[in-house]
């Protein structure tokens, strides 16, 4: 037995007392219309770092690398990103207005004044941050302003309780260049964070992961015309009968299984990924947002070829299932966050959800490089309605680094899945 089972026992009574990690959200708010996709026209974009932000704030952290989370977060961006990043400081304080065009600045504030407060509506702790975006009748982003939430507390160096503040713009920048919420859990665009805690701190990720990336350049294209990108998957499901149906899709390295994009359907179905590099992909989709879950399913298997797009229409078989595999975490802690781990690492791996139990799922990767010890698979209780299980998660040294799978199977071969829930570094 290894050192990892033994330890499962001694652990269950510890994790009873255990509970869930609680986070905090990002919100992408538009002044007009929602637009599918949006971008900048421009070749240059400048941002103006309010003096809010700069100057001393109650809400970051007495000696917090303000300066240097802002250049970071924008250089993380600008390395992946074929236009330019600029910034500018700025007297300006308020969020613009919602309307159908703003002030014309771009700007990045956390002053506590009454229109940055107003922007938060009537919870205001329940976000880290917003973005509002402005655009054209085009699609173009004329404007996008980020209010940093001045009822949080933000730091730079993972103090207990604190909101990073890197991370935290890194993600509203996303939405400052159009990129929406992504269901891919180890994506910088992954639309919860929790706070800094046993988890480390959310800085954990230098930059933006594959599925970032491809989002990105679905939008720009490339840094580089020469590089070995880009392709594109469009695609129709059918088979079910409700019209409006909408799904979650993800495509997945059809060797490594790592993932490398994710998109919503349209309500008619089709769906359209692009910024992909040439390879052999695994394509799925699940049901998205009902209350009733349906089981995950691979739409097909594509080869994606620089500039072109590879087509399918796939029949999706809905199967109900009863379970939901819904948080993950390491320490006894469950968290709707990736579980970020290193090569050839062996680690214990908590999962919870609904009906969550040894006795009706067994845990499994689809990734040959990332395995669980189906032996290894335990129950746990903890101090709310989520129903858990414990595991051993073994990570091969040869592993590519990237976001990874983690599915929840029943007997009848029906699952539900946390997608890129594990990250590899």
Partial sequence: MSNFLRSISALCVLLAASGIAVGSTSTMLFAKEENSRMRWKEKRIEIAISRSLLESSPSIKSGSDVEGAIRRSINAWQNVLPIELVTVDSSRQDVSPAGIAGDGVNLITIAANPENINFFGKDPFSASARSRIFYSKRG???????????????????????V???????????????????KVVGAVMYGSAIKNGLFGGGNALAGPVDTDIAALRSLYGPVESGEDCCGSIAGTITGIGRSGTVFNVWVKDAASGRVVASTTSERNRSFRID?????????Y????????KSSVQLLDLVEVKK???ARLSANYARRQIDFSLELMGMNGILSDSPIIVDRGSEQ????????????????????PFVTVNSDSIQNILFESDVTGVVFEMNVADDTP?????ILAVAADGSSDIRIGAITVR
């Avoid at 173009?140 to 604190?162: H, K, R, Y």
């Avoid at 890197?166 to 400052?176: A, D, F, P, Y």
């Fill in 140 to 162: 173009f982003i004329t404007e996008a302003d980020i209010v940093l939430n001045p009822f949080q507390l933000f730091s730079t160096d993972g103090s207990f309780g604190t």
């Fill in 164 to 182: 990073d503040l890197e991370s935290t713009l890194r993600h509203e920048i996303g939405h400052l260049l159009g990129l929406r919420h992504s």
């Fill in 275 to 283: 910024g992909l590099g040439v390879g052999e992909y695994a394509v």
């Fill in 285 to 292: 989709a699940a049901v998205s947002g009902r209350k009733t």
């Fill in 307 to 309: 500039g072109s797009t």
């Fill in 348 to 367: 214990l791996i908590y999962a919870g959800g609904t009906n969550v139990t040894a006795e009706r799922i067994r845990i499994e990767s689809d990734s």
């Fill in 401 to 405: 680094p990237g976001q990874y799978n």
